[in-house]
């Protein structure tokens, strides 16, 4: 098999279309059709089906299309270390992917510290939301992603090692003149009649277990098409939002942020491949979790005291009491 073929068939599923493959590769829609009946042919089984609006992969279909993007993604790799490789030397790049708040934070930090470490090193950094970096793990195309288990989760993978760091508590950010800047914890009651801007479903369900565990429902009357809209949208008054305490060294200097008593929280993880590990994913996993812990003396500032929360319930999460997962 050609991987040639195996891109055009990772190409029609991406787009969904055999047309619009066959432009981007600059084919002919007939041909585009040929290699994939032939790739049919070759595996004995049907691999993409037809519908309203184009087409999309089988089951089996999509099980060679993640396999076969992995593979595509090593080739890749293979083709660019052979010309990387000068006077007989070669470092590999470290791919980095993080959620956008750890993107903006404690990734950049950790990174930092690991090229004082380690010299001089080739890195990226992809930010993206917590199941599609799992994905580009698995593809081959991050050695690291630094991720959260905000809804829906994070998925029990065999293929992946996961490292817990720690429990982050959400933060509401509001515009620097609310009525409620500059406070203490405040619980969620006291929000209830603000109109609130999510960027993302996962910050979203977050925001509607939390006030449904106060009683009352937040108004999610805005959306945002990622994290710096929101807090745009924050920073003119239009809203309040809920976002990642990791985030609030990072803010703008036209928003301020409030604890929430009893606050929701999510878990950071790092994932690495189990296979073919980077020589400095493990110094980096350590100064993920020092970065991490560094900024928690800032939260736990914010923290409701006994006065301020009347209850000694552990955190919760989807009703469940919060523990690490190893």
Not at 18 to 31: G, R, V
Not at 233 to 249: D, E, F, Q, S
């Amino acid at each position: 098999m050609e991987l040639t073929v195996w891109q055009t068939f990772v190409t029609v599923c991406r787009l969904g279309s055999l047309s619009a493959a066959a432009a981007e590769l600059n084919h002919t829609q007939s041909a585009v059709s040929r290699q994939i009946a032939g790739l049919e042919r070759q595996l004995g089984v049907p691999l993409i089906e037809r519908h309203a609006r184009g087409v999309r992969p089988t089951p089996a279909g999509e099980v060679f299309r993640r396999n076969a993007l992995a593979t595509l993604n090593e080739a890749d790799r293979a083709v660019l270390a052979a010309r990387d490789v000068h006077d007989g030397a070669f470092i590999r790049p470290l791919a980095v992917g993080a959620t956008p708040s750890l993107a903006a934070g404690i990734v950049p930090e950790a990174i930092r510290d690991l090229l004082k470490q380690a010299g001089s090193l080739p890195w990226s950094l992809v930010p993206g939301l917590s199941a599609h970096l799992h994905h580009r793990v698995i593809a081959g195309d991050l050695d690291i992603a630094v991720v959260t288990d905000a809804p829906p989760g994070l998925p029990h993978d065999s293929r992946v090692e996961r490292r817990f760091l720690g429990l982050d508590d959400m933060v509401v950010v509001l515009p620097v003149g609310h009525p409620q800047a500059g406070g203490g914890p405040v619980h969620m009651q006291t929000l209830a009649d603000q109109t609130w801007v999510e960027d993302n479903d996962g910050s979203a369900a977050l925001l509607r277990q939390h006030a449904a565990r106060a009683g009352v429902s937040a108004r999610i009357d805005l959306t945002a098409a990622d994290l710096l809209g929101k807090l745009a949208l924050v920073a003119t008054g239009h809203a309040i939002a809920l976002i990642p305490g990791v985030l609030t060294c990072a803010l703008r200097t036209d928003v301020t942020t409030v604890a929430l008593v009893d606050p929701p929280t999510r878990g950071i993880y790092t994932m690495t491949p189990r296979r073919d590990p980077h020589p400095s994913a493990a110094p980096l996993l350590d100064l993920l979790a020092t970065a991490f812990t560094s900024v928690r003396p800032a939260q736990a500032a914010h923290r409701p005291t006994a006065t301020d929360n009347h209850t000694t319930a552990p955190t919760l999460h989807d009703g469940i009491t919060k523990t690490p997962r190893t």
